[in-house]
């Protein structure tokens, strides 16, 4: 059975924390280290925000010995200003208390990632550059990555060694994996892919060694890491294209019961016009028709990848999204949705072939959702129909609203939701500049 991130160490993680990285964990099953909220009758959830300086994408937050740190860049979609930065905040008033140095990026404008390491060192990527920083926000060290292109996503491998990879939307090229050294941010490895990958991959940590799953715009692959290696699992890929579909590439994955979970249709007009300029994020949107089939959620097995399964969870048309599905492995509960359709619902998997639905709801939820495992509360975003924001926190076997709130928030934010450090989370419009922490009262 697949291990689960929030039941492990986390090895080379800052411990005291319940958000030292994005999605919970490498695997990024985006399971909560940290106690539900669990809310009662009589208890509701607030918010309190707080808007950044025009220009300022705000990308997400994480934590340590209940200091709060929040990493960004600049806005996509314009060519004159190209940084990143990270800021320590008051977890309560969401207030500067420090900031750090302006960040390069090689003029890429595209949400990278962060981690507190064990070391008590802050690791940011974001751009062609990883940054190595003090809790105190001082500059340690900085790396140019050999790829002259906006990354997504950093992971700790279980060496003790950090991957990350470009994004690259033309079809026609291939995404690099660069093996880094966090220590001295010196370049192990570098590993050309079999096409171009846009989602963030996983990284699952087993016995046998570090499996890396990642997609291209067809197929799912899988890549082992050993001895600061990787190298392409000639046994294990899966297609997941659709013959005769007017289909778009999948986003992120995430692995749980001994499987991988991904979405296609990941692929929306103004993701191809951010990914599609160069440096990445520089060209002004532009809006075009976009693929006509539905959300459909796949399932690979990682002990035999003939062993597949499609869900057609809603079957609407135009269907779209930025995220991947939630699985939660404990209750054999896959959570999806479909922004551009307005559609969020769960399933029983009751094995290969069998999906039994549990509810389906008119959710526009646009985030990486959120699961506490100890109240089995979800968190979700609804993107209504006049494009106003609202949280809301949902159970996951029963679909029941237990609460909602309007975050002040407005369009899709695509980004993700962050654990607090007492019956709270946090979260942010993405390229529009706010943060909010949302709390129990």
Known sequence: MTQQDYQSELNGYYQNSTCATEYGGVRRQKHARSPGLNIQPGETLKVTSRRFAKGKWVVGT?????RLFIFGCSVPSQPDVSIGWVEEVDPITLETIRQSPELTTGGHNWCGGAAVLADGTIITGVGNRVHKLSLDLELINELELPVDHAHNGISLLSDGMMITRNLEHDHNKASVFTIFDPNTLKVVKTVEFLGASIGRFCVDLTPEGDY???????????????DQNLALDENWSASYDLPREDQSFAWCNTVGDDSVWFMDMGDTPPVETIMRAYPVGTKPLAFSKPCSAPVRVHRVSTTDSSSTDVLTPFDLPNGGHNSSPLYVQDKKILLTFDTNNRK????RFNGPGDFEELWVHDIGNSNQVFYYPDTGEVVLDDVLEDNNVDTVLIDIETGEEKSRVATGARYAAAMAFYPGLDRDFYST???HGLLYRVFVS
Do not use: C, E, Q
């Open 62 to 66: 994480v934590n340590a010995d209940n």
């Open 212 to 226: 890396v799953y990642a997609t291209t715009p067809t197929h799912i692959h899988r890549l082992i890491y050993k």
């Open 344 to 347: 969020t619902g769960a399933w």
């Open 429 to 431: 419009s993405g390229p």
